[in-house]
Nanobody, 111 residues
């Protein structure tokens, strides 16, 4: 069955960095478009970034220039490098492929 397992969240000060990972299994990862989506308290889930099977990337305007999505097909893992973090980046971050979702990892940006 499809599994998506996120890791790497935590508490970081404004301006800091974190790298999230999502280990995937149960489907042909190298052919899959992968997404990161986040949900802040009291808000709807919102798109963060996508990486296509060929490696093209797309970002929400709010994270463009600060976040980088990447993938390692040999490890069936997608990453989200987050730099220059802001308090408004605080959210649960989810890995997504098609209709499948991970359990999420909490990112808190606070001094």
């Amino acid at each position: 069955q499809v599994q998506l397992v996120e890791s790497g969240g935590g508490l970081v000060q404004p301006g800091g960095s974190l790298r999230l990972s999502c280990a995937a299994s149960g489907f042909t990862f190298s052919s899959a478009w992968m997404n990161w989506v986040r949900q802040a308290p009291g808000k709807e889930r919102e798109f963060v970034a996508t990486i296509t099977s060929s490696g093209s990337t797309y970002y929400a305007d709010s994270v463009k220039g600060r976040f980088t999505i990447s993938r390692d097909n040999a490890k069936s893992t997608v990453y989200l490098q987050m730099n220059s973090l802001k308090p408004e980046d605080t959210a649960i971050y989810y890995c997504n492929h098609d209709q499948y979702w991970g359990q999420g990892t909490q990112v808190t940006v606070s001094s």
